[in-house]
């Protein structure tokens, strides 16, 4: 184990989420509500403990091993989270850890889970950081870290193939680092054609911004108690429902797009499943909640929102979705899971596992009539290993295991039902943020015991980083000498 490296890395995204703090001091210094101190003492302690380290650790060896990779990711993330949550400590916003590091964890994993129950008496800077954590934590802190500072060691695919979603690791172009620059212009520039959308829409900058930054990272913040339903607005609504969608597509695509490469756009399959699902669902969505809204048209804007909202785990809200028939909270729960694509800021399973799957199932029940016929799975028209057939097999179990296992824990309060307790987990682990029962979009997870918010922030770590980097730094052997 290298661990002067690991202290080098660990320190140098220290000082980036330090130097992430600026606009939120910035934002609190202009609207001067009492938080400036709280985000300045913060980001002096973390100069305080990162800068020496990274002048310190100067390690010789600067190769990157898979092992040291999943442990940078793994602790980077908690770290972060560690620190993220003074601001709100300081400032007297959240008075105990248990909640501020839920808070914390919750933003930078894009879960959008809440223990407020009041929005109204937010600070500007605080309410800007929390959202701000969306947008970090969306395409990825190692991400950020490997672009503002590519050359921190070599072999740096390791610490991407950790934090990215999906089951394997695609680089827009041929230089970690390049690739990483490449990703987050494209994510600004969407985060920043949305912002002004919002604004031409009628949104006042400041929440515009916050809403935008929660649409790019999938998060799911917003400054007021009754989310994107506060602002009553088809036109708001029609442009986060877009964006959500956008930004559950994988980012190679909007690559293609700018190269223009429209072949590899049309060929690919993973895309053609996920809008298969998202309008599919819009319109079975909208079909059952006729009844309920009275007009095709309201049915359509709610069940659009809605749709988008959950399968791009964003969760955001316009109405409370809990009280809806039982069909379509089912219809909801199962796209919970789903999620969107891999290579997207998006949650879940992700669509490319599902199909590969659902194919593989299909291969099996043929199997059992035709077992001498050699039947390999493909997907955009090439042939998958078996051993990522596997892998994806392994991921799923793990990641249901993980549900059930953290419902259980959950249930051990004592506090909820059976829905609450399991939807929690779910949607913890999804990273979509609202659930059913307690912790509907009308709830939160303020209710919740110490033990079961730091359950819960395990749970959307793990969910964050694709379950295996959190349990990876559990194992004793990741920690030998050997």
């Known amino acids: 184990m290298n661990h002067l490296l690991i202290v080098r890395m660990l320190s140098s995204i220290l000082l980036v989420e330090a130097a992430a703090l600026l606009p939120s001091i910035a934002i609190s210094m202009l609207h001067w509500d009492g938080d400036t101190m709280a985000l300045v003492q913060t980001a002096v302690i973390i100069l305080i403990v990162a800068l020496p380290a990274f002048l310190l650790a100067k390690p010789k060896n600067r190769s990157m091993r898979g092992r040291e990779g999943f442990v940078v990711v793994a602790l980077a993330w908690i770290l972060m989270s560690v620190f993220g949550c003074l601001p709100f400590l300081f400032s007297g916003f959240l008075p105990t850890f248990a909640d501020a590091f839920f808070e914390a964890v919750s933003g930078f994993t894009t879960t959008g889970a809440t223990v407020l129950t009041s929005f109204e008496h937010m600070p500007h800077g605080i309410a800007f950081w929390r959202s701000f954590t969306h947008w970090i934590g969306g395409m990825g802190v190692l991400v950020l870290t490997l672009a503002l500072l590519p050359k921190l060691s070599d072999r740096t695919s390791h610490l991407v193939r950790a934090e990215s979603p999906g089951p394997s690791l695609s680089k827009i172009v041929p230089k970690m680092g390049d690739s990483a620059k490449l990703l987050y212009l494209i994510y600004f520039f969407l985060t920043g054609i949305e912002f002004v959308a919002l604004i031409l829409a009628g949104l006042e900058p400041y929440d515009a911004a916050i809403h935008a930054m929660g649409t790019a990272g999938t998060g799911g913040f917003s400054n007021y108690g009754d989310s994107v339903a506060h602002f009553n607005s088809v036109s708001v609504e029609a442009i986060m429902t877009i964006f959500m969608i956008l930004f559950g597509v994988n980012f190679s695509i909007f690559y293609f797009i700018k190269e223009k490469d ?28 006729l009844p309920v809204y009275g007009t095709f048209g309201e049915s359509l804007r709610y069940a659009s929102f ?56 299909y291969r099996e029940v043929r199997h059992t009539f035709q077992p001498r016929k050699v039947q390999p799975i493909r997907f955009d028209g090439k042939v998958m290993d078996e051993s990522t057939l596997h892998s994806i097999a392994v991921f799923i179990f793990t990641y249901v295991l993980l549900v059930l296992g953290g419902a259980f824990l959950i249930s051990l309060e004592g506090k909820y039902d059976l829905i609450t307790n399991f939807t929690a987990s779910l949607t913890c682990v999804s990273n979509v943020g609202p659930g059913f029962g307690a912790v509907g979009p009308a709830g939160g997870f303020s209710g919740f015991g110490p033990f079961a918010k730091l359950v819960s922030s395990f749970l959307m770590l793990a969910g964050r980083l694709e379950i295996f980097p959190m349990l990876v730094i559990l194992h004793p052997a990741v920690w030998s000498k050997t």
């Not at 399959?269 to 969505?285: N, T």
């Not at 069909?327 to 992700?350: E, N, P, Q, R, V």
């Open 262 to 289: 429209w072949k590899d756009i049309r060929e690919n399959e993973e895309l053609k499943w996920y809008l298969g699902i998202v309008f599919g669902s819009i319109l079975l969505l909208t079909v059952f909640l």
């Open 306 to 361: 809605q749709t988008a909202s959950i399968v791009s785990t964003s969760g955001f809200a316009t109405t409370n979705f809990d009280l809806w028939p039982v069909h379509c909270k089912m219809l909801l729960l199962l796209l919970t899971f789903i999620g969107s694509c891999a290579g997207s800021t998006a949650g879940g399973i992700k669509v490319i596992r599902v199909a590969s799957m659902i194919k593989q199932t």
